[in-house]
């Protein structure tokens, strides 16, 4: 598998990076297959230096807020009328509602049915897609949100490695179960120590770094961090509870497993 960074900010689009957004590829059968996890503000722009967007086999929504789903509606309107249009439709896996919440992003007079096919996430039901096996877990944010752990095949072709994105949470059981064992853990780190003391919404990076430690994962890339955070505070602050490998996501970073 192979994990590229398209936006790393977090809550906004911030002046170097879009967005959420994270495109995971894995060749298998002839073919490379491609899902996203998250199309955040200015993210659809970014992607367009990574590959064709047609080429998609799913979009998987960790939540709705935002910053996290808002540029679904520029895929939308390359898949239809955007060149060789218009295109299959792509599968979009996320939260109860989201059918709704992309009927008002793309507009109530430009239905997405007829660019996506909507599914709604069952944490005893993981998704297939190509070789890669998408596995959601109830996590801990203000609206329904899900971390999700995707194994797929070893990129030198020998057995399978898992890579586990928090979306957004705090600290949490479900969060915990996904990242066990995680060759890399994909972590929002949104707050800092000390001035972020509101629970339940996100991770700073010493909480990131404990996940990563108690789950046993082999490496921490800290993600989500917005305009107003410092990534050297959180980098920081992952080290004091992490002894592995740590790295801040930037767009156009790849970490190849």
């Known amino acids: 598998m192979r994990l590229t960074i398209i936006g790393s900010s977090g809550s906004v689009s911030g002046p170097d990076s879009a967005s959420s957004c994270y495109l995971v590829e894995a060749d298998h059968d002839g073919r ?14 970014q992607l367009l230096r990574h590959g064709d967007p047609t080429t998609l086999d799913g979009v998987l929504l960790s939540h709705l807020h935002a910053d996290h789903v808002v540029d679904t509606a520029a895929l939308h ?9 218009p295109h299959p439709r792509v599968d979009v896996y996320g939260p109860d509602g989201t059918q709704t919440r992309l009927a008002q992003i ?7 049915d007829d660019q996506f096919r909507v599914f709604t996430w069952d944490p005893a039901a993981p998704v297939r897609i190509g070789p890669l096996t998408i596995a959601p877990f109830v ?23 898992v890579i586990t994105y928090t979306g957004d949470t705090d600290a949490c059981a479900g969060v915990a179960e996904a990242a066990e064992g995680a060759d890399l853990l994909l ?3 949104a707050f800092e120590e000390g001035r972020d003391t509101v629970r339940g919404i996100h991770l700073t990076g010493r909480r990131a770094g404990e996940l990563a430690r108690g789950a046993g994962t082999r490496r921490l890339v800290l993600t989500h ?13 992952a080290l004091t ?17």
Request: some cysteine.
């Open 32 to 45: 490379t297959w491609r899902v996203l996890l998250d199309l955040g503000s200015g993210a659809f722009g």
């Open 77 to 85: 309107v390359y898949l239809k009328y955007g060149p060789g249009a």
């Open 106 to 112: 793309c507009g109530d007079s430009d239905t997405p």
């Open 139 to 161: 996590v801990r944010h203000p609206t329904p949100a899900y971390a999700m752990r995707i194994t797929g095949p070893a990129e030198n072709g020998g057995g399978t490695r």
């Open 187 to 189: 972590s929002e780190a």
């Open 225 to 237: 961090i917005p305009p107003w955070t410092s990534p050297a505070t959180v980098h920081a602050e």
């Open 241 to 257: 509870a992490y002894s592995g490998p740590v790295d801040l996501a930037e767009p156009g970073a790849t970490w190849a497993l």
